[in-house]
C-alpha cells in the first residue's frame, strides 16, 4: 500500500518512521528541509496543502493518508480526502468539527479517524474504554502534560509546537461538561496544584475534550493540562497585561519564546479518570501513563505512534466508512486492544487499576 503522510514536522516523521516497514511510505510537505529531514525512510514530496484541487489529484494516487498539519488545514484535508475517495487518519488539532462531513464520508465510502493523537486521540480511547466498562458515567476526567525535565525559569516551560497554538491554550475558552450541560469556562480561571505520578504541577482547563462532549454522557467531564508550578501565574500576569491579545501576540512571542527554546529532555504524562456506578455500586477506574525521551521527543513518541497504529487499524479496513471519533476506537474492545498493545511493543505503557468505592478526591 502507498502511504501520503502529510506534514514532515516532529509528529508527521515519527509517523512516516512507523510505517516504513508495511508500507511505501511518501511526505508530503512545502518546506524543504523537513522533507530533507525523512529521505532515509520515506519518500519526499513536494506539495502546498493549501491549494485544494493539487491536495485532492495527489490524494487520489495514495490508498491511504495521514494528516500531520498544523490546525488550520485540518478541515480542507478531510474534505479533500473525501472527494479523492481516499481514507485518512488527521491527528491536527482542527477548530472546526469534522462530524459534519460524516455523511458524506459514509457516501463516498471512506474512513475518516479525526483527532488521533494523544490529547485530543488517547485520552478519547481512555475515557471511551471507560465508558463502555460502566453502566453510568458520574464524571470523567483527564489530566495531560508534556514537559521538559529540566525546567528553567522564569517561564518554566519548554516549547515543542507552534507557540501561538500554547498562547491560543490561555485565550481559548475550555468547553467542559458540569451539571450534564455544556459550560464555556476561562482556562486560567481556575489554578489546580496537582500531584501525579510522586510529582507536582499546577493544572488549568483545557479545550480538548471535543467530540467527547457529544458522544459521552455524564454529569461532569472535564480535561486539565498540567504545567510546572510557577509557570501558570506567569501567563495569566502576561494576558490580563493584554500582551496576549491579536495585535499583541507577535511582539509578545519574540519576547518570550527564546526563554522557552532550550535543550531538555521531555516526558509525556496523563491520568483518565472515570467514576461511576456498576451493577449498582460506585467504582473509579484510573489510566495512568509516563514516557520519557527515547530515539524521538516523548511527546513525538506517544501522538505519532499512536496515530501509525491508529493508520494501520484503517488499512486493514477495521473502521466503518464515515467520519470517526477517537473513543470509538475505545469503546469496542477488539480496537482497543490492537491500539494499547501497539503503545506497548514500541514502549508506552499504561497502568490500569479500579477502585471498588472511590473518595471522590
Not at 285 to 313: C, K, N, P, Q
Amino acid at each position: 500500500m502507498r502511504v501520503l503522510v502529510l506534514g514532515g514536522g516532529n509528529i508527521g516523521r515519527v509517523v512516516a518512521w512507523d510505517l516504513r516497514e508495511d508500507f511505501e511510505v511518501y511526505v508530503g510537505d512545502a518546506d524543504p528541509e523537513k522533507l530533507k529531514s525523512v529521505e532515509e525512510f520515506a519518500e519526499p514530496l513536494k506539495i502546498d496543502a493549501s491549494n485544494f484541487a493539487e491536495l485532492v489529484k495527489t490524494m487520489e494516487k495514495f490508498d491511504l493518508v495521514v494528516g500531520a498539519l498544523p490546525g488550520r488545514f485540518g478541515f480542507s484535508t478531510v474534505k479533500a480526502a473525501i472527494e479523492a475517495g481516499v481514507d485518512l487518519v488527521d491527528v491536527s488539532f482542527m477548530p472546526e468539527n469534522p462530524l459534519q462531513l460524516h455523511s458524506k464520508a459514509e457516501e463516498a465510502q471512506v474512513t475518516v479517524v479525526f483527532d488521533a493523537g494523544f490529547a485530543p486521540g488517547l485520552s478519547n480511547v481512555l475515557m471511551g474504554r471507560i465508558y463502555q466498562e460502566l453502566d453510568e458515567l458520574d464524571e470523567g476526567i483527564i489530566y495531560v502534560g508534556g514537559l521538559p525535565k529540566d525546567p528553567r525559569p522564569p517561564l518554566y516551560y519548554r516549547i515543542t509546537w507552534s507557540p501561538k497554538d500554547l498562547i491560543e491554550e490561555y485565550v481559548r475558552k475550555a468547553r467542559v461538561l458540569r451539571n450534564g450541560e455544556v459550560a464555556a469556562l476561562d482556562p486560567l480561571g481556575e489554578i489546580r496544584h496537582m500531584n501525579i505520578n510522586g510529582m507536582e504541577f499546577e493544572a488549568f482547563l483545557s479545550d480538548g475534550l471535543r467530540s467527547l462532549l457529544e458522544s459521552i454522557r455524564a454529569k461532569k467531564l472535564e480535561e486539565w493540562t498540567l504545567r510546572w508550578p510557577g509557570h501558570l501565574e506567569r501567563m495569566k500576569v502576561l494576558r490580563e497585561l493584554g500582551f496576549f491579545k491579536p495585535e499583541h501576540v507577535e511582539a509578545t512571542l519574540r519576547v518570550i519564546t527564546p526563554l522557552m527554546t532550550y535543550e531538555s529532555p521531555d516526558f509525556s504524562i496523563m491520568e483518565v479518570v472515570g467514576r461511576g456506578t456498576l451493577n449498582e455500586e460506585e467504582k473509579e477506574i484510573r489510566y495512568l501513563l509516563y514516557d520519557e525521551e527515547r530515539e524521538f521527543t516523548s511527546m513525538a513518541r506517544v501522538t505519532g505512534f499512536t496515530t501509525s497504529i491508529v493508520a494501520r487499524m484503517v488499512a486493514e479496513k477495521t473502521c466503518t466508512f464515515g467520519v470517526i471519533p477517537p473513543e470509538i476506537i475505545g469503546m469496542r474492545e477488539d480496537t482497543y486492544e490492537v491500539l494499547i498493545n501497539g503503545l506497548k511493543e514500541r514502549g508506552i505503557n499504561l497502568r490500569r487499576w479500579e477502585v471498588a468505592s472511590p473518595d471522590n478526591s
